[in-house]
């Protein structure tokens, strides 16, 4: 029975110290596909995370699965092909944190994009990228481009290219990776961090020590290979190592903002020029539009980017030049976020043009480290990752794996008939929820959010709807909450609210209005201490005031 519960850390970090094939230290993207493309093959794989699954960086993007069609700027044309064809990867294995977005590319005189260059550059990313036929881009001439966005400025401009990306939601979609990796055998807990590498008698990397976050307690994990997925904190670990040497990291931080639907009314995704000449997006999703991102060099607190004020009035600069009409300020804003972008320097170009594409090191101590790369790609990354432990362990030990074989895998939550079934399966299991009393369109959010483990959390709803009603909490909220701790390795409200369910960025006003209910709820379900209960609540609301940059 795989172990996805946080009432079973004791035992996953038992299975832990059983010595591994591989370990993989990170759980963002990067290190949940490696953990899954390494189970699937058969090795014998553990992973720790030293805050909560996704808290770094894979929970901070601009949320889109896309070709990257600005490198194409850069001339990236690989990376373009390779990217476009993984994005329709993505979204088939795993449709219900996928969803197609037609996006918007306005052009204006003097702007990045022309109408020809647009033309041009749209036709070679559909060939590159392999899109399909009712994907591929369409030209707008001005009057239609308004007509699909009243909001948009309308002072000179010449057309817009239409074409399809995807939005996703990150955490979401790295721990369905994850959960789909455990669920293959992988032992993988969430608040264990590598303090320390182990060394054999030759030098080598034998493993690392590990220290419980929760008890404070540390142990020893054994494996034959390690790999350092830790994103941003790739040159601390390989400092460690002592082989932080050639290529290093250079940071940079990305910021977006969440408005109300009721002040930002965007219909339409739109990808436009800011003033200084970049490119950010503003998204539709649900009742809010987010829009995003900054990109600036960083070099503070890696495990706690936040948004300043220069940050909050470029983007508020940005929207109201390209909206007029909406006069956006401070006391509009509903939400926001800051992320840490693990880029590979390079020397003399500016942060929005150093490439993303990824890299393996290899330390002569045999620590494999992985770095840049996008959400995007992460399952290729993964898959030339492990195909890089498969040779090593190959060439130093004589022992064989499988090639790698995620590409037809739906990850957790995916089975539901890929991108062709899911219409049908929503439809089915919103028949389901309106059956056990829901509203249809709280049983089409959970099956948007859950895919086909919404069966788990229709099952648990029905279970538990007495308790919630004697407990006075919503039931689906304690059937997400539970099915958050059995299922998903929540340990925290913040887990919970930004991981699980990102309302705290989505739906701020619920963090509000259902924060005690969790609160309590996961103090009594863990036994914390009222010094332990004050602690986690704390940081909600500190998390809570940073979202609402009450502190800026
Ligand atoms: P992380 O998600 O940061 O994971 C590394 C993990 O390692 C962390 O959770 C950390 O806690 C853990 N860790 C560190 N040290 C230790 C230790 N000692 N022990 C245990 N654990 C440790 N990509 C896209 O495809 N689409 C987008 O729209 C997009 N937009 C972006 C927008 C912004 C603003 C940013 C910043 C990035 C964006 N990206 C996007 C890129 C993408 O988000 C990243 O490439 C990806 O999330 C990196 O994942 P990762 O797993 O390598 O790093």
């Not at 290093?248 to 408005?259: A, D, I, N, P, W």
């Not at 990354?381 to 190959?394: C, G, S």
Request: proline content about 3%.
């Amino acid at each position: 029975m795989a172990n996805y519960s946080s009432h079973k850390r004791a035992q996953i970090i038992q299975n832990l110290q059983q010595e591994l094939d591989l370990l993989v230290i990170g759980g963002g993207i990067t290190g949940a596909g490696i953990s899954l493309d390494a189970t699937k093959r058969g090795m014998n794989t553990g992973l720790i995370e030293m805050q909560d699954f996704a808290a770094g960086t894979s929970s901070r993007s601009t949320k889109l699965v896309h070709g990257g069609l600005r490198y194409l700027k850069q001339f990236e044309i690989g990376l373009v092909a390779e990217v476009g064809k993984e994005r329709a990867i993505v979204y088939e294995n795993g449709p219900h944190v996928t969803t197609p977005e037609w996006m918007m590319l306005p052009f204006y005189k003097g702007g990045t994009f022309g109408p020809l260059s647009t033309n041009l550059g749209l036709r070679v990313y559909d060939f590159l990228a392999g899109v399909k036929k009712q994907e591929r881009r369409e030209m707008f001439q001005p009057k239609k481009a308004l007509q699909k966005e009243p909001l948009l400025q309308s002072e000179a401009l010449k057309g817009a290219g239409y074409y399809v990306e995807y939005k996703t939601d990150d955490a979401r979609l790295t721990i369905e990776v994850l959960k789909k990796s455990v669920e293959l055998g992988t032992d993988a807990l969430n608040y264990v961090k590598a303090t320390e590498f182990l060394y054999d008698e030759h030098g080598r990397i034998c493993g690392v020590v590990a220290e419980d976050q929760v008890s404070k307690q540390s142990f020893e994990i054994r494996a034959k290979k390690v790999i350092n997925a830790t994103g941003p904190w790739v040159d601390e670990m390989r400092e460690q190592d002592g082989s932080k040497q050639g290529k290093t990291l250079q940071l940079t931080k990305g910021v977006h903002l969440v408005f109300s639907q009721d002040v930002f009314p965007l219909h339409q995704a739109i990808y436009f020029d800011t003033p200084d000449k970049r490119m950010i997006f503003a998204i539709p999703r649900g009742d809010k539009t987010y829009v995003g991102t900054t990109d600036t060099t960083y070099e503070s607190d890696i495990s706690h980017p936040t948004v300043t004020r220069e940050d909050r009035d470029y983007l508020l600069h940005a929207i109201n030049d390209m909206f007029p009409s909406l006069s956006l300020t401070i006391h509009h804003i509903d939400s926001s976020w800051a992320g840490v972008r693990p880029l590979i320097s390079e020397e003399g170009k500016d942060p929005s043009e150093i490439s993303r594409k990824d890299e393996i090191f290899v330390s002569n101590s045999g620590l494999i480290s992985m770095a840049g790369g996008k959400l995007t790609g992460y399952r290729k990354m993964a898959e030339e990752a492990v195909d890089k432990v498969v040779a090593i362990l190959q060439d130093e030990a004589g022992i064989l794996f499988e090639k790698s074989s995620t590409m037809h895998l739906p990850i957790s939550g995916g089975n539901v008939g890929g991108s062709k079934g899911f219409m049908t399966y929503q439809e089915e299991q919103i028949a389901v929820g309106e059956g056990l009393g829901m509203a249809r369109q709280d049983a089409e959010q959970l099956v948007q959010q859950y895919g086909s483990n919404v069966e788990v959390i229709f099952d648990l709803y029905s279970k538990h709807k007495q308790e919630a009603e004697k407990e006075n909490i919503e039931p689906i909220v304690l059937a997400t909450l539970i099915y958050a701790i059995e299922y998903e390795f929540a340990y925290t409200p913040l887990d919970y609210f930004v991981r699980r369910t990102g309302e705290m960025f989505f739906d701020i006003g619920k963090v509000e209005t259902q924060k005690d209910d969790v609160i309590a709820y996961m103090a009594k379900a863990f036994e914390w201490t009222s010094e332990e209960k004050a602690h986690y609540e704390n940081e909600l609301m500190e998390a809570y005031k940073e979202a609402k940059l009450m502190n800026i």
